[in-house]
């Protein structure tokens, strides 16, 4: 099956990010394909190359970009919620693009399955 991920939440601020990426890595070793993960809302902070969590808690942003790296995962951050939270091509970490609402649609259409991660 092919899914398509929507993560509304920010990394650190609620469980919707850590459950996207855990949901995705379950799914990847079932033999499934995510088409691709699209940050939308407070989502996009998951993509910000500023953060600096504490060597002892999780890094999120780093856990994406592995997942991205390893199994081809498309990371797409919406282009309008990131630019309202200071999201920009100039902070966004390796491995993430901005693009548009378009990637979303195009990811619900190619995707058997859409799975929405937050409010």
């Not at 600096?52 to 309008?80: H, I, M």
């Amino acid at each position: 099956m092919k899914f398509a991920i929507l993560v509304n939440e920010g990394p650190y601020n609620h469980q919707a990010a850590d459950s996207a990426f855990q949901f995705c890595k379950a799914a990847i070793d079932k033999g499934h394909e995510i088409f691709r993960v699209f940050f939308y809302y407070d989502g996009v902070n998951n993509a910000t190359s500023l953060g600096q969590p504490p060597s002892d808690d999780r890094n999120v942003t780093k856990n994406w970009q592995k997942l991205a790296e390893e199994n081809k995962v498309d990371l797409v951050v919406c282009v309008a919620a990131g630019l309202r939270r200071g999201i920009t091509e100039s902070n966004l970490a390796q491995g993430f693009r901005i693009s548009g609402l378009g990637q979303l649609i195009e990811a619900g259409i190619h995707a058997d399955r859409l799975v929405t991660f937050g409010d």
